[in-house]
């Protein structure tokens, strides 16, 4: 069964940092992009970096450049999102998509071309 599952949202002060993980479970994620997407209340789904599984190369949304950092470790089938930094701005539940690419481009930011989706993780930063 193709899973992908995140973890590692919760709470945390505004300048605090956190760590979110997108394991992917029955596939190998070789030859695709991966990104991480987050949706506040009442917004829409936004991108916020991608990188390709094969080659390594991100991109990042404008509002995130500088604080957050993706990577990804292909023996543990997992992706990371390293978010430092933290805004209240930042508050949404994150999740992480699939799809199949040898190399990311800044479109892999667009969520309306992935089609493998996680359940999602909160992120809250308040004070």
């Known amino acids: 069964q193709v899973q992908l599952v995140e973890s590692g949202g919760g709470l945390v002060q505004p300048g605090g940092s956190l760590r979110l993980s997108c394991a992917a479970s029955g596939f190998t994620l070789d030859y695709y992009v991966i990104g991480w997407f987050r949706q506040a209340p009442g917004k829409e789904r936004e991108g916020v970096s991608c990188?390709?599984?094969?080659?390594?190369?991100?991109y990042y949304a404008d509002s995130v450049k500088g604080r957050f950092t993706i990577s990804r470790d292909k023996a543990k089938n997992t992706v990371y999102l390293q978010m430092n930094s933290l805004k209240v701005e930042d508050t949404a539940v994150y999740y992480c998509?699939?799809?199949?690419?040898?190399?990311?481009?800044?479109?892999?930011?667009?969520?309306?071309?992935?089609?493998?989706w996680g359940q999602g993780t909160q992120v809250t930063v308040s004070s």
């Open positions: 998509a699939t799809v199949r690419a040898y190399s990311s481009g800044r479109f892999h930011l667009n969520p309306q071309i992935y089609g493998n």
């Open positions: 990188i390709s599984t094969s080659l390594g190369n991100a």
